[in-house]
């Protein structure tokens, strides 16, 4: 009886132990490897960190593209983008740095809204360890230390736009007007490519003489560019031609010209290629835009920073050269036909 009554109990234990192996609800054992991590499903990936990026303004569509590709880039190595818009306000973009900088961020990205002032915002992050890097607009003071600045080459790029000008008016001449923004070093470099142009043009003494009539600050802002247009047709009534440093402020102008009823006689030249400055060009508002790429900007930022991270040597600038685009280049652009 004993050695029966031993037996049960064995037999009982033995029960009990694979029971133990079940699933916890029926005390049935489980698929083989159910409980072996990763083998029905792929773990979520680990995130390496998070990046910052304060635009100059998410008003302008240019620098959400440049957002929205630096944040894919940036998944596929397995960092987030944190996005916000400095509003074109250097103070704003100031307390946005230094909110990084308590988040505790892996990189800084930037398009400064003032290309000297943020300097101590920059200077700030570098003294927590935490690398700074640009694109489109560059950092042009010396208080704070970029890794790597990643741009359009805006001074290619406003040399193309004054070959553009001396092409549609060179023959003849005239005065033209600049819609400008002085305070980007951006728009500056392009100004400045524009002008060697227009200057060289001049000094060939071939075909007509252009004037500057008036360089004024549109801010890159379509309604600051509209009121300063506005005010410049009003005081140059034989206006021949704009340069407007970018698609919004292009719009604002010929929105001008519109209300003042000259647009067949004064013709704009814009900057960047954006979706509504490549639909101006294609239904005759602007004659063309030496146009940026803030797709590749965007991508490029990111490989920058992701060798940075792993100890690889970056360029301190890396220039994307812009390419004129016409009315011809718009009738065959995939982007218009979405």
Request: aromatic residues 6%; contains cysteine.
């Amino acid at each position: 009886m004993r050695s029966l009554a031993i037996t049960v109990l064995s037999v009982a234990l033995l029960t009990l132990t694979a029971c133990g192996k079940g699933d916890g609800k029926d005390g049935t054992p489980p698929p083989d490897g159910a409980n072996e991590p990763g083998k029905d499903a792929k773990p979520a990936p680990q995130s390496k960190g998070t990046i910052g990026y304060s635009a100059l303004t998410l008003r302008n569509p240019f620098f959400k593209v440049i957002a929205d590709h630096m944040t894919a880039e940036a998944k596929k190595h397995g960092y987030e983008v944190v996005v916000v818009s400095g509003e074109d306000d250097v103070k704003r973009q100031t307390d946005q740095v230094e909110d990084f900088i308590v988040r505790g961020v892996s990189a800084i990205v930037l398009n400064p809204c003032d290309s000297n002032s943020i300097g101590p915002a920059i200077k700030k992050a570098n003294d927590a360890g935490i690398p700074v890097f640009t694109n489109d607009i560059k950092y042009s003071g010396t208080e704070g230390a970029v890794v790597c600045h990643v741009a359009t080459d805006n001074y290619q790029g406003g040399k193309l736009a004054g070959q553009a000008m001396v092409k549609l008016i060179g023959d003849s001449g005239g005065k033209i007007l600049i819609v400008h923004k002085p305070a980007v070093e951006s728009c500056q470099m392009r100004v400045k490519g524009f002008m060697e142009i227009v200057d060289a043009h001049n000094a060939s003494g071939t075909g007509g003489k252009i004037e500057v009539a008036a360089t004024l600050d549109g801010d890159g802002d379509r309604d600051k560019g509209f009121k300063v247009s506005q005010d410049a047709i009003q005081s140059n009534t034989d206006l021949v031609a704009i340069f407007a440093i970018n698609d919004p402020s292009a719009l604002g102008a010929y929105a001008a010209l519109e209300a003042a009823g000259t647009t067949d006689q004064v013709k704009i030249i814009g900057f960047d290629g954006q979706k509504i400055g490549k639909e101006a060009i294609l239904q005759g508002k602007i004659v063309c835009d030496p146009i940026q790429f803030p797709d590749r900007i965007g991508r490029k930022t990111i490989e920058m920073i992701v060798k940075h991270f792993n100890g690889e040597e970056v360029p301190a600038e890396i220039l994307i050269p812009s390419e004129l685009y016409y009315q011809k280049d718009a009738q065959q652009d995939p982007e218009l036909k979405e």
